[in-house]
């Protein structure tokens, strides 16, 4: 069941939380050897005394915390060498806000390095596997805490989105992720990787639980200057089952010949489900989505090189021991960072340099604005954006070693993460036994309707 109808099985005194961390240690200590979606987890006794918590609304519930998210209780470790030790001292907002709901923390969960990947094979404590598939990677930069969930490992987790690291894994994994609204989670206690696009959301068995961590997850933080001065909502109220007087666009480049027919075939079965469920699907088109890409590339690692320039090896990172301070610091992020966060790094500072900023950044920063622009003026025309989460099911482990090919698989999450629209992955049926995701768009603060309408598909597509 979902955590939704569990909450309500403990409320009613149908189940005790003993039962339920019972199941979940069961299913970590038969499947974690394999799946290997934790980094760090808390001892069972401790998850059975929550002090009063059984009284909140969240019920004392464990949740997976992934390992790039601050928290007191565990290691923050980025899945890097350079922070294997790391301890935070303060909490992550978001975190925060769910254990005054209730929740506890269950443990941090395995991710690619800072964030920086789309398969977390780039985990410097080793890759993290798809539960429908041990030799497919579960996606990423999230992958821990979307196989922990798909897996039953968790009951639900959070995780980080730059350019697609919620959505892809969930796609993967066959859950649901949500992109929040840049700004309507505070992003306190996330460790930064590019500032202007970075997210935290919920990844959950059903859209109706990822409203229900968003209720709790959402509103105005005074520690984060990005924040929207907004009041928490209540997201899961307004779901309904249809889509009446909805009028949903397909864009053409979400759904090019190249996908393949079975793809192909899964976006006219959800086109058509959208109509009998009262709305209208109409073909727009998105013409600047080829230059997301690239766009999205250079501001990352760009806002990732200044980002990562404080892990030098002194303060609280590893260091290695060397005749000078330069010396010092070259070695520690030398042997500390994978070759993903060095390659980004590297890209990132030479866009940034001199002779080159404007060539480069400043032009990815105003292609940035014609993207957001352009979504702008679709929403005259629709109410919200469908296509499929990622161009192709799980590949294997080791099969995309060429950057760019890896990149690729970010090609439909990150136009919506450039202009920092909410977007939800859904499970969307399957190509060859494996999950393939159907992704929806909403406009700015849109969570309310992209929820319902992810609602009704999700419950149609059963």
């Known amino acids: 069941m979902d955590l939704y109808a569990l909450l309500l099985r403990l409320r009613r005194k149908d189940l005790g939380l003993h039962d339920v961390v019972d199941e979940l240690y069961a299913r970590i200590e038969k499947l974690e050897p394999t799946i290997h ?35 007191l209780d565990f290691p923050t470790t980025c899945a890097s060498r350079l922070l294997a030790n790391y301890r935070s001292p303060f909490e992550a907002t978001a975190v925060a806000r769910l ?9 941090k969960t395995n991710l690619d390095e800072f964030a920086m990947g789309s398969s977390t094979e780039n985990s410097a404590f080793g890759p993290t596997r798809n539960p429908w598939d041990p030799e497919r990677v579960p ?7 979307a196989a922990a969930v798909a897996v039953s490992e968790a009951l639900a987790a959070l995780g980080s989105d730059t350019g697609g690291s919620v959505r892809q894994p969930a796609a993967l994994c066959g859950v649901v992720g949500l992109r929040p609204t840049y700004g309507l989670v505070s992003r306190y206690g996330l460790v930064a990787f590019a500032s202007s696009l970075d997210t935290i959301g919920p990844i959950t068995r059903s859209v109706r639980d990822a409203a229900l961590l968003l209720s709790f997850m959402a509103g105005h933080d005074p520690w984060d200057s990005t924040s929207l001065p907004l009041p ?23 759904a090019p010949k190249e996908l393949g027919p079975e793809a192909l075939n899964l976006i006219d079965h959800w086109c058509a489900t959208a109509e009998e469920l009262g709305a209208t699907v109409v073909e727009i088109s998105l013409p600047l989505t080829e230059y997301a890409l690239p766009t999205y590339y ?57 002779g ?13 604005t014609l993207i957001a622009q352009e979504f702008q003026k679709a929403w005259e025309k629709v109410d919200l954006i469908m296509g499929p989460t990622s161009p192709t099911p799980a590949f294997r482990l080791g099969e995309k070693t060429d950057p760019i090919s890896m990149y690729l698989s970010d090609l439909f999450t990150i136009p919506s993460a450039l202009a920092g629209l909410p977007a ?29 309408a992810a609602w009704a598909l999700e419950e149609a597509l059963k």
Do not use: H, W
Not at 100 to 107: D, E, L
Not at 236 to 241: H, M, Q, Y
Not at 356 to 368: E, N, P, S
């Open 298 to 354: 250079l501001i990352a690692s760009a806002e990732a090189s200044a980002n990562l320039a404080r892990y030098d090896g002194v303060r609280y990172t590893l260091r290695i021991p060397a005749p000078g301070v330069a010396e010092m610091i070259a070695q520690s992020r030398t042997l500390g960072f994978g070759p993903e966060v060095k390659r980004r790094i590297a890209l990132g500072t030479f866009a940034l340099s001199a």
């Open 139 to 145: 996606g990423g930069s999230s992958g821990g805490s």
């Open 356 to 368: 080159y900023y404007d060539q480069y950044y400043g032009k990815a920063q105003r292609v940035r």
């Open 424 to 452: 939800i992955s859904i499970p969307g049926g399957k190509i060859d036994g494996l999950p393939f995701g159907l992704q929806l768009i909403g406009p700015r603060l849109g969570e309310k309707t992209l929820l319902s």
């Open 99 to 107: 254990r005054a709901a209730g929740a506890q923390v269950q443990g």
């Open 232 to 254: 928490p909502q209540d997201y899961v109220s307004n779901l309904r089952p249809n889509l009446q007087g909805l009028k949903i666009g397909l864009p053409k480049e979400y």
């Open 37 to 71: 979606a934790f980094l760090s987890l808390a001892e069972k006794d401790k998850l059975l005394a929550p002090k009063g918590l059984e009284k909140l609304p969240l019920c004392g519930v464990p949740i997976a915390v992934k390992d790039n998210i601050c928290t």
